[in-house]
Antibody, heavy 119, light 107 residues
Framework: QLQLQESGPGLVRPSETLSLTCTVS??????????WGWIRQPPGEGLEWLAS???????YYNPSLKSRVTISVDTSKNQFSLKLNSVTAADTAVYYC???????????WGQGTLVTVSS | DIQMTQSPSTLSASVGDRVTITCRAR??????LAWYQQKPGKAPSLLIY???NLESGVPSRFSGSGSGTEFTLTISSLQPDDFATYYC?????????FGGGTKVEIK
């Protein structure tokens, strides 16, 4: 059964770069037709999609964050990553990684990791 | 991007009630809509895909309908395990968007 696990620092200082990795187990990140994404949820708020990537390198970004977000994939490690630069307190959230097929919903999710932006 | 608007934002109901949540898209998304349930401290869980298709393992009291710009999620008889927050999400566009969520509370 496919599992996704987020990892990265739980505390990031303002103006620095938030970096998270999602490790995929129980399946290959290079499986045809599957896209890998990041979604976040500020405390007490709703869900916001950040970015998606296909193993070949095709990327898709939330227009409101595009200038600050980079998603990448490492097929040798079966991982994909998120970088969000110039963070502020507004970027404090639980960050989830997830998998979907093209033109389909997110069926598999990681458990989420809380990232707090604070000095 | 395609804005998704859910209503109501909060809903108070009793066990056994029929509950309906609405999701509206600013432009047509055909049937490319999903519904998720989220409980506190947990990741969202898929309930409905392609507007009306029940995900495997999801109880049949959940149903979805709609196409174009207006969609509904219905719980036919609310159970104690159903008190949670529900989100719609469109995937008609490469830029995915979620509704703001509907919290179903105990009346």
């Amino acid at each position: 059964q496919l599992q996704l696990q987020e990892s990265g620092p739980g505390l990031v200082r303002p103006s620095e770069t938030l970096s998270l990795t999602c490790t995929v187990s129980g399946g290959s990140i290079t499986t045809d037709s599957y896209y890998w994404g990041w979604i976040r949820q500020p405390p007490g708020e709703g869900l916001e999609w950040l970015a998606s990537i296909y193993y070949s390198g095709s990327t898709y970004y939330n227009p409101s964050l595009k200038s600050r977000v980079t998603i990448s994939v490492d097929t040798s490690k079966n991982q994909f990553s998120l970088k969000l630069n110039s963070v502020t307190a507004a970027d404090t959230a639980v960050y989830y990684c997830a998998r979907r097929r093209y033109f389909d919903s997110f069926r598999e999710w990681g458990q989420g990791t809380l990232v707090t932006v604070s000095s | 991007d395609i804005q998704m608007t859910q209503s109501p934002s909060t809903l108070s109901a009793s066990v056994g009630d029929r509950v309906t949540i609405t999701c509206r898209a600013r432009q047509s998304i055909r049937s490319w809509l999903a519904w998720y349930q989220q409980k506190p401290g947990k990741a969202p869980s898929l309930l409905i895909y392609k507007a009306s298709n029940l995900e495997s393992g999801v109880p049949s009291r959940f149903s979805g309908s709609g196409s174009g710009t207006e969609f509904t999620l219905t719980i036919s008889s609310l159970q104690p395990d159903d008190f949670a927050t529900y989100y719609c999400q469109q995937y008609n566009s490469d830029q995915l968007t979620f509704g703001g969520g509907t919290k179903v509370e105990i009346k």
